[in-house]
């Protein structure tokens, strides 16, 4: 009951998680023109498009973006610890594992 009333606080045309689901997703078959498949959905589910009921377009792409930055962001925060650790592991080691004379000259200008 608490959760269907912070739900209804919030700016979403349904409750259900399901309904705005397929809300989203018809959002996205209308403004790709996949009017076919819009048809075919709203038979399936007997829920018809209703362009007024989200407030806000590219709700399901909305989505996803946010879903794909948020899983580089993750890759790159894994790739930062390693380097951490990695370089925590060298200085540890007391190893110079770095190179000490250059290896190429850089001519003057």
């Not at 269907?4 to 349904?14: F, I, K, N, S, T």
């Not at 403004?31 to 038979?43: I, M, N, Q, V």
């Not at 829920?47 to 909305?62: E, F, H, N, P, V």
């Amino acid at each position: 009951v608490l959760r269907q009333q912070a739900l209804c606080g919030m700016d979403l045309p349904e409750a259900d998680p399901d309904r705005l689901a397929v809300l989203y997703v018809q959002q996205w078959m209308a403004e790709k023109g996949y009017s076919a498949s819009l048809r075919t959905l709203e038979a399936e589910t007997g829920i018809l498009y209703d362009d007024t009921k989200l407030s806000q377009g590219a709700r399901l792409m909305g989505l996803v973006w946010s879903h794909m930055e948020a899983a580089l962001a993750a890759v790159g925060d894994e790739a930062a610890e390693a380097d951490r650790e990695e370089e925590e592991a060298m200085l540890r080691s007391g190893r110079e594992d770095f190179a000490s004379v250059p290896s190429c000259r850089i001519p003057a200008e």
